[in-house]
Every structure is written in C-alpha cells, then in structure tokens.
C-alpha cells in the first residue's frame, strides 16, 4: 500500500514537471527570451514572437491544463485499479 | 431611445437578475457559507472563477494599458492568465482536498501555528483591500461618464447590491452571481470586439483580425501600427520598450501572484472532488482566455482608430466622445501651436502629467488647463487608459445599445470581483481570527453572524474607498500581486511539495518576503519616486517584478531555515500524505 501510494505520487511529480517545462518555454522562452529571434518569422500578420506573447502562449496554456486533467484521471483509474 | 436610457435599461435588469439569484441562493450554514456547500458544478465554478478574476482592471483597463504599450502590454497577458496553469497543477487539486474553508486555514494548520496563521490572514487582508479600492474605482467610472450620476451616487447603488447578496447569500449566493456576471461581461466585451474587427478587417473573430489587412488595402494591420506609431515618436506597437530582464520577472511576478492570490484560491474550494477541482481550472482558463485572448486585438483596433479619428483634426469639429471624456476630466487638451487642430504624439503633453482644469473655456470650446505644458515635445492630448475600452464603441461610431452593454458589463467585472473578495476577508475574519483563534467557544451559528458583520464592516470600507480613492490606488495594484507571489505562493507551494518545511522555516519566509517586497515598493513609489528608473533599480527589476524576486528569498529563508530546527511533528507528515492522495 506505501509503496503504491509513493508510485503514484512519483509519476504525478513526473506529469506535473513536464508539463510546466512546456509551460516554461511556451510563455517565458518563445514569449520573451526568444521572442525577437522569433519575430524574423512571420505568420500572416503576426511577427511570431509577438504571437507567442500575445496570443500563443495562453492557447498552450489551455491545453496544459486539460492534458494534465486527462493525464491524472488516467493515472489515478491505475491507482484504484491496482488498490483493489 | 437614447443610449443613456438603454444604459439604464441594462444596468437595471442585470442589478434584478443579481439580486433574483441572491434570494434564490442564501446560505444557511458556514458551510454555504464560506464554500458554497461544496457542490458547485465544475462548469459553473470555471464561470464563477472566471469572473471572480477578471475585474475591473481585466475589463476597462488592461486593453487601454496594452494599447499604450504595445508589445510591453504582454507582460499582462502571460501573466494573468500563466498563473493559471501553476494554480491548476501545483496548488487547486490538493487544497481542495485539505478540504477546509480558507488560505490561512491551510497554513495555520500546515505549520501547526496560530503566529502563522495571523499573519496569513493580515497579508490576506491588505492584498484584498488594495485589489477591492481598484473595483470601487470602476464602479464610479461607469456610473458618472454613462448614467450621468455622481461617482458617490454609484458607489453606494453598486455597494447596496453586493452587500444585498454577498451578506445574505455568502459564498453560494457570489457563486451563482459570479456565473451571471461573467456571462453578461464576456458578451459585452466580445460584441463590440467583433463589430470592430468587421469594421476594420472584414474578418468576424476579433483573434484572426488582429493579424489580418485592413478592409480595402494589402497592409496588415499590425505593419500600418508599426508604422503610424513611428512616424508619431513611439517606439514600433510589435517591439519592446523594456529589458527583457524586467518582463522576465514582471511577468512572473504576476503569475505566481495570480496562483496565490485567496480569493481565486478558495473558489476552487467550492467544487466536489480532488477531479473536479482540476476540471474547474481548465474550465477557468478557457473562459478566461475568451477574454484575454480578444483584449489584444482590441488594443490594436483602439490605437489605430484613436489615432485616425483625432490626429490633426480641427478640436471644433473634433468627435463627441472626445468631449464628453474631456467633460469628465479623462481627456485633456492642450494647443501648443495654436493651430486649432489636435496633434497627437509621444511624450506628456503637460508638466505633472494630469491635468487640472481652469473654470475658463478657450477659443475653441476647449477646457482651459492650469498645467504647463511641457514644452521637450509636440504631443497636445492628455489621455487616460482606463477610457479605453469604454471608449472604443463610441470611437468606432457603434450603435447605442453596444455601448449600454459595455457599461453592464464593466459593472458585472467590478462587482463580480468585489463580491469574491469582501467574501474572503469576511471568512478570514469570522473562520479564521475568531473561531480559530480568539473565540473558539462560539457555536456555528454565531460564527455565520460574525461572517455576516465581518461582511457588512468590509463592504463599507471598500465604499469609503471608492468614496475617497486614496490617490494611491493605481500605484500599489504591483503590491496584490509581489505580496501574493512573496508570501503565500511559496508556503502553499512547500506545504503541499516539501513535508519537512517545519513553522520556523515557513513563518521567517513569508516575513521575509513581505518585508523585502513591501519595503521595495514603498522605497520606489512613494519615499523616492524621483529615482525610480532603470538605473536606480535593483538588476533593472521595477517594484512591478520586485514580487519575483521576494519570493526567491522566500524560498530561501524558508528552506534554510527549516533545515537547522526541529522537523515538524508526525501529523503534519500524515496530513501531507493525505492530501497527496486524490
């Protein structure tokens, strides 16, 4: 039982960690750090970069979060599957 | 029919629906009370939430701030709504599985501490204030420039309503509220959204149109505002004015700001379970980037149509909104050259920025200033960003009933924000400092009057705010946010991720953080805002990012801390476990 409990735990740690490394680079890396590198391309109106920081980058953040929803339903139907 | 008497119409029959969903919802124990009885559908907390959010600040001002500062202005579109994800991953499912009524609960039971639960709720209560002062504010620009009554007219029609439903409804009635509030705000801001980007790009979503030509020609939009923008002094509208160091920590500021900010927080304590909790901030976001997603685009429309329809225009036969915000004291101009025309450029038109006013007209009908003005550049009008987005349908010659519903809506963000705060510095209060602390023989019933009173109390200093606006209102809105990143952001964090953090650790790092934060902001803003520029700043970081900086220390004072005394007791240890499990 510890040691489902501390697996679980583990792989949440894994899912939430990877998700704000996209998070990180979504926002912080394509929308600020990059984001002049970015705006030497364009899409139609948009320099890129300026997409990213006005626009883009909180589409990502939307689907962070329901990958993380869908991600932790999966993980915990696993936990109560293996409890029983 | 005028548009005022439609204004009127709208208020009017949003103010009934409010009150109709406040009778329908009241609370009848703490637990309504305080969360909603915790059965609030996820869909409709992603409502409530969403409202609860998007205050006046998101409404009325934030696209006039962008519209002002162009690519800077991203900082608070990353920021408002990154936070989002950290509070979705981080903090919202396992503080709804503590499952108790607020922050500071959370904290003072994590840390086993009554200290650090006191100090919780003063941080909570001065971020809550700051924020409130800044909806007062709303209220009383809506009220004054649409339904032509006195700003303390408004504020205290606007206090009546929420007091009617948060003291009577508590958590359950602002829940249902909020869920009206946010549908009649986001359909006034996406309504004349759209009728713009069709005016000016031909395309219907606001979203495709800020990034398309403009109708009749093969320029994009974005490249035309680049160049006008130049060509008037700005810097380009698609390039930065800030270092990236600065926005760096701004927009981080705001972000783990916004994850510890209580009155969203707690909303999340509203819901069933440990899924829906995580449900609720997708649903959340989603909503709330509806509106953020459409406040950039109409930054970009607001600039240019304010530049075409003013820019060396004759001041006679200048457009009648100009004067009806010039009347208000919004707008101001100032003929330097003596041509009767308006000439719009870069820099402060006038000495000490805002004008104040002569009772005196000139030749042209114009209010007279008492300013000087600044002669280092050309620039003749004094503009106030908040006008903005209340300006623009009238700027874009919209029919009467789109800017009637701008006006309902600016209503529904302000009040809707207002409500969820008096709710958390009531249950802070009654919950927090007397049942938990001071009064802990009290019986549930007294302890729902007490939130009751404490609800009444906070409702009439939030008015005497919006009554008497501290002149430093727009300068401490970087305090909610530093102060919420520097304090409970890394304790709710450590809480939940990091068992050992003991009370020693949490209590030196949440002191640490508000001081160091608190004091840099002070320093800049108030003591000696002569020198608060690039220079003078600490790594270049502004009192707007300093929140970035003052939760590192946070995390370091409390992780070094922690480690020289003594772990926390064996329960903590067995809570945190239990709260790790869905």
């Known amino acids: 039982m510890k040691d489902k409990t501390q697996q679980y735990w583990k792989a949440n740690l894994k899912i939430v960690l990877s998700l704000l490394v996209i998070w990180f680079i979504a926002s912080f890396g394509f929308g600020i750090i990059f984001s002049d590198t970015l705006d030497q391309i364009r899409l139609g109106g948009f320099k890129l970069g300026f997409w990213f920081a006005q626009q883009g980058s909180i589409y990502i953040f939307v689907i962070i979060i329901f990958l993380y929803v869908w991600l932790m339903k999966r993980l915990d139907k696993k936990l109560s599957e293996e409890e029983k | ?121 003063v941080c909570l209560i001065f971020i809550s204030f700051t924020y409130i002062a800044g909806q007062m504010r709303g209220v009383g620009i809506v009220f004054s420039r649409f339904l032509e009554v006195d700003i303390n007219t408004g504020v205290i029609v606007g206090m009546a309503i929420v007091f009617f439903y948060a003291v009577l409804g508590g958590m359950k009635g602002i829940t249902y509220t909020q869920v009206a509030q946010y549908c009649v705000l986001i359909f006034a801001y996406l309504v004349p959204a759209i009728f713009i980007s069709i005016l000016m790009t031909g395309e219907v979503i606001p979203q495709i149109g800020f990034g398309s030509t403009l109708v009749d020609s093969q320029v994009y939009l974005l490249d035309k505002l680049d160049q006008v923008t130049k060509d008037l002094g700005f810097i ?60 950039p685009a109409v930054s970009a429309f607001a600039r240019m149509n304010l530049i075409d329809s003013i820019q060396d225009q004759p001041y006679s036969t200048s457009p009648s909104w100009f004067k009806n915000w010039e009347e208000i004291g919004l707008i101001a101009w100032m003929d330097k050259n003596q041509d009767g025309k308006i000439q719009y450029s870069s820099g402060d038109a006038l000495e000490n920025v805002k004008p104040s006013y002569q009772e005196l007209r000139g030749s042209n009908g114009q ?165 608060n520029n690039s220079d003078s700043w600490f790594l270049g970081i502004s009192p707007e990012g300093i929140g970035c900086i003052g939760m590192i220390l946070n995390f370091t004072l409390s992780l070094s801390i922690s480690i020289f005394t003594r772990p926390p007791p064996k329960e903590v240890f067995d809570m945190v476990d239990e709260i790790r499990q869905p």
């Open chain 2, 367 to 531: 209010r007279l200033l008492e300013n000087e003005p600044n002669l280092s550049n050309e620039n003749e009008i004094y503009i106030d960003r908040d006008i903005i987005v209340l300006a623009n349908p009238e700027i874009a010659q919209l029919p009467g009933w789109v800017i009637a519903l701008v006006a309902a809506g600016g209503l529904a963000a302000a009040l809707s924000t207002a409500a969820g705060l008096l709710l958390v510095i009531s249950s802070s209060v009654s919950h927090d400092l007397l049942k938990k602390t001071y009064m802990p023989q009290i019986t549930e019933k007294q302890e729902l009057n007490y939130a009751r009173i404490a609800a009444a109390v906070a409702i009439g200093i939030a008015g005497i705010f919006g009554i008497y606006p501290p002149a430093f209102v727009a300068q401490v809105v970087a305090f909610a946010f530093g102060l919420a990143a520097a304090t409970f952001f890394p304790a709710l964090f450590l809480g939940i991720f990091y068992k050992r953090l003991n009370k020693e650790g949490a209590i030196t790092g949440m002191l640490g953080g508000l001081l160091f934060t608190a004091s840099y902001i002070i320093y800049f803003k108030f003591i000696n805002p002569d020198i």
């Open chain 2, 1 to 121: 029919m005028t548009t005022q008497l439609l204004t009127y119409i709208f208020v009017g029959a949003t103010f009934a629906l409010y009150i109709g969903i406040a009778l329908w919802s009241r609370a009848r124990s703490t637990n309504d009370f305080y969360v909603a009885g915790k059965d609030v559908h996820p869909l409709a907390n992603g409502m409530a939430t969403a409202a609860d959010w998007m205050s006046a600040a998101s409404f009325l001002s934030m696209a006039g701030l962008i519209a002002f500062l162009g690519k800077d202005g991203s900082v608070y579109l990353m920021g408002w709504t990154g936070g989002y994800v950290l509070l979705a991953l981080l903090l919202a499912p396992y503080l709804r599985k503590f499952g108790k009524f607020t922050v500071p609960d959370f904290i003072g039971e994590r840390y086993y501490s009554k200290t650090a639960r006191k100090l919780a709720v």
């Open chain 2, 236 to 295: 380009a509208y698609t390039e930065n004015v800030k270092s990236n160091i600065d926005i760096f920590c701004i927009t981080a500021a705001l972000m783990f700001g916004t994850a510890g900010l209580p009155h969203v927080i707690v909303r999340f304590f509203t819901v069933p379970s440990v899924g829906a909790a995580r449900q609720s901030a997708g649903y959340a976001l989603i909503f709330i980037a509806l509106l953020y997603t459409t406040a």
